[in-house]
């Protein structure tokens, strides 16, 4: 059973270290927030499984890590100058700052309904690059990390002989200056991305469109997000990016409401085009001029000539995917005894900790000794972080354990030194079972993998 509310997952992540609010020691910063030793765990294996499955799984998908600070041509060219807003509106009554589109016709602070008429207001960050501060010299903080694929496709067709049905691969930051940063991790202005840019031959980017939809849907499943809580949205017309024929957003059920966890797009030839060089009637703005342009032909050349292939994009982001997989793992429930546990049912792959090696004296040189060997010898598994944790109290601990999702608790206890056998824990069933210490890294290993 997922959270009963958002303020339950955020108690949550800042008690046990998942989460913390940015810049917090000076009042924080509006829709900024840093991941603590937990959560950078977590989100290191989600992204680490997005990877698996897009890159290292598949043959036909490269990888890139490419720069946030961008070259504002691109950004004019690819029509994010021109139309990456949002409508935005003043309450005249209190001055208060909305996005218009999340709001049915009152100011949600004071509750007036003298707005005034909604103006775009573009979400690109600036910043100043060099030591003049002119104005003149800025680049942009990317705000999707697709564009710099596009930039860079024809290095990549040169330097793989790629042909089309191929993909580019990428996990990084991007940022957008929302109006209303809003609901934990899930409306940020600094966030990651994980993004496939998938070429294909055009008339076959439909059927790719579909292929990618069930694709995503078993990788999210595969995280823990089972594919019947995420419900399709077919974006109608009017509603889609500038660049997108045709959009399919994951809609999960977060704690405040069924919103965007990831969208597919059918993005066409837009970006490849805008970006060539002589194509200035792809670009969408008037803005883009002669010497604004770029010195490539991004296109493929097979015995017909010239293709700009279409390009179809999953685009997912971590936050918003750390968020779902915390709400579908965190569970309270209610033991025999009465008593309450809270424990996060992560995918093993996921969990932050995968094993907690407990020593039941602390104060004991053999079994201290035994534990701390046991846990050097599971970290060299390279499952992941594995902890040896010298508290002395084991029922707190696997309490602890259970509430950050740790899959195992080993116990080495005076039994251990006569036999060589250990406790091991299991999180959600709660049996402890005793293991030969030999047999524990093979037990371990087969279950996290
Ligand atoms: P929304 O309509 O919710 O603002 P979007 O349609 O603008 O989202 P896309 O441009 O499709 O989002 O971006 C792809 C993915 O990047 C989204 O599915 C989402 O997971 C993530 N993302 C976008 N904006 C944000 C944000 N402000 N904070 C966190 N994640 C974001």
Redesign the pocket.
Known sequence: MPASSMEELVALAKRRGFVFQASEIYGGLQ?VYDYGPLGVELKNNLKAAWWRSMVHERDDVEGLDSAILTNPKVLRHSGHEETFS?PLVDCRECKSRWRSDHLNGRCPRCGSADLTPPRPFNLMFKTGIGPVDDGASFAYLR??TAQSIFTNFKNILDATSRRPPFGVAQIGK?F?N?IT?RNF?????E?E?M?LEFFVPPGTDQEWLERWVEERLRWWDAQGVPRERLELLRVPDGER?HYSKA?V??MYPFPHGL?????I?NRTDFDLGSHTKNQREMAVTAAVSSNDESNARLAVRDDNGWTVPYVIEP???????FLAVLNEAYSVERLENGTERTVLRLRAHLAPVKAAVLPLKRNHDGIMARARALKAQLAALGIGRVLFENTGNIGKGYRRHDEVGTPFCVTVDFQTLEDETVTVRDRDTMRQERLNAAALAAYVQERIA
């Open positions: 829709g949002d705000p999707e991007a957008r929302e940063p991790v899930f409306r940020v202005r966030f991305q993004e990016a959009t957003d994951l919103e965007e966890l990831e969208g797009a685009s997912a982001g971590v936050d918003r995917g």
